[in-house]
């Protein structure tokens, strides 16, 4: 069986080659996106994806009382997320006490470093006083950057796609497993509603904003930095495409997000006096360093056939689910050949980045924000896309399942 894993990590590495050859070859191609939605089409879409993030908090607000009777239902909420969800407690504690180079408020506050700090520095602007519950004012920030986020994945695929592979688009991202990670504490969806909002601005060419709205994405998660090259190939393929001049203002969307990276390099310099030292702490405690996907693919196959008579669940819900997430995710970038090149440029250079690390954990919650996987689903034949998001629903009720038992699912 680990001939098989070594196997499927060739044949990936062979795909991910052509998919990015077909990509480069397509810059050569001209983009027309379509008009917008209407506002009752977005307004929909974000009501279907607020309707999905009640129904989930109702979940997990129901286990938190289940499991801790007796005590008020802001302090269950709280218990359930430090057992659930461990990258919760930190995005809460450097709300609450920042970042420091040593642990002055809180065990192993030196390392929370490694979280970006959009996303604590948004709750701690919507909690300053720090007077609400600090669990449950993340979950209700999620309850509006989730329909935020989903509303700008529909309007990009509306405008690239058209209304009827659009409503597809989400509803594969709502499918997708994992997908309950949008409603937990943490930069998911603001993550989401940046990217969206930075690639709907670059289809309107407002530069400006787009520029900005890239600082922000940047800022938010490492990630963001890619987000320079997807400017870039958009630009490129309208100097090719259409002969277009260089105009200095596309300067903007292309600095904007190398500048947020700048900004967090940054705070490292004041913090620790060491632009890098988030990577030290990556390495040192979490044992990430970048490496190539396909070894991802070869080693939790390793793990979960070395895991899997002692610790079966372990063995399954993370190692076998991440070889499944890696393998699938790649396979729907095939039928989106319709999609604009820059974008596929970026959707691959994220599924190269977030899946090569030397030890990963997350990758069904990161597969989340690349937006090329529903938007490639979304361009199958229709009965296809019925069937797939059949097994991706059924695979989505069963990892939620897993999360609530308390499995390996991070």
Same mark, same amino acid.
């Given at each position: ?26 810059l050569r191609r001209p983009d027309a996106p379509g008009p917008a939605p209407g506002r009752g089409a977005q307004l929909r879409a974000m009501a279907a994806a607020l309707a999905f993030g009640v129904a989930v908090d109702l979940v997990f607000v129901a286990m938190?009382?289940?499991?801790s009777p007796g005590v008020g239902w802001a302090e269950a909420v709280q218990r359930f997320f430090e057992h659930y969800s461990i990258d919760t407690n930190h995005y809460m504690r450097i709300a609450r006490y920042g970042y420091s180079a040593a642990n002055t !408020? ?24 720090? +007077? ?38 989400? !509803? ?55 987000? +320079? ?84 669940? +372990? ?26 090149a820059w974008m596929q440029l970026y959707g691959l250079a994220y599924y190269a980045f977030t899946n090569g690390v030397t030890w990963l954990l997350s990758a069904p919650r990161y597969a989340l924000n690349d937006p090329m996987i529903p938007l490639g689903l ?5 009965? !296809? ?26």
């Amino acid at each position: 069986m680990q001939m098989g894993f070594a196997f499927l990590a060739v044949v990936c590495a062979v795909l991910f080659a052509a998919l990015t050859l077909r990509a480069l070859w397509a810059l050569r191609r001209p983009d027309a996106p379509g008009p917008a939605p209407g506002r009752g089409a977005q307004l929909r879409a974000m009501a279907a994806a607020l309707a999905f993030g009640v129904a989930v908090d109702l979940v997990f607000v129901a286990m938190a009382l289940s499991q801790s009777p007796g005590v008020g239902w802001a302090e269950a909420v709280q218990r359930f997320f430090e057992h659930y969800s461990i990258d919760t407690n930190h995005y809460m504690r450097i709300a609450r006490y920042g970042y420091s180079a040593a642990n002055t !408020a809180f065990d192993e506050q030196e390392l929370m470093i490694v979280f970006f700090p959009l996303y604590p520095l948004l709750l701690r602007l919507v909690n300053p006083l720090g +007077t609400f519950p600090w669990h449950l004012c993340g979950m209700l920030l999620q309850l509006v950057l989730f329909p935020a986020g989903a509303g700008a994945y529909y309007r990009l695929a509306f405008r690239l796609l058209g209304p009827d592979r659009a409503r597809w688009a989400l !509803a594969f991202l709502l499918a997708l497993p994992g997908s309950f990670f949008f409603l937990v504490p943490m930069s998911d969806s603001l993550f989401l509603l940046l990217v969206c909002g930075f690639f709907l601005l670059l289809l309107e060419d407002r530069a400006l904003p787009a520029g900005v709205c890239g600082f922000l994405a940047a800022f938010c998660r490492s990630l963001g930095a890619l987000l +320079t090259g997807a400017a870039g190939a958009l630009y490129l393929s309208a100097l090719l495409c259409r002969k277009d001049r260089f105009r200095p203002r596309w300067l903007l969307p292309v600095l904007g997000p190398a500048a947020g990276i700048g900004a967090y390099l940054a705070l490292n310099l004041a913090v620790y006096g060491d632009p890098f030292r988030f990577s030290f702490y990556q390495a040192s405690h979490w044992s990430q360093r970048l490496g190539w996907f396909w070894n991802t693919i070869v080693y939790h196959g390793q793990s979960f056939l070395g895991w899997l008579a002692d610790s079966p669940g +372990t063995a399954f819900w993370l190692s076998l689910w991440a070889v499944g997430t890696l393998v699938i995710g790649l396979a729907a970038f095939v039928p989106g050949r319709r999609l604009p090149a820059w974008m596929q440029l970026y959707g691959l250079a994220y599924y190269a980045f977030t899946n090569g690390v030397t030890w990963l954990l997350s990758a069904p919650r990161y597969a989340l924000n690349d937006p090329m996987i529903p938007l490639g689903l979304a361009c199958l034949p229709r009965g !296809a896309r019925r069937v797939v998001w059949v097994v991706l629903a059924v695979g989505w009720t069963a990892f939620f399942a897993a999360f609530l038992r308390g499995l390996p699912i991070y």
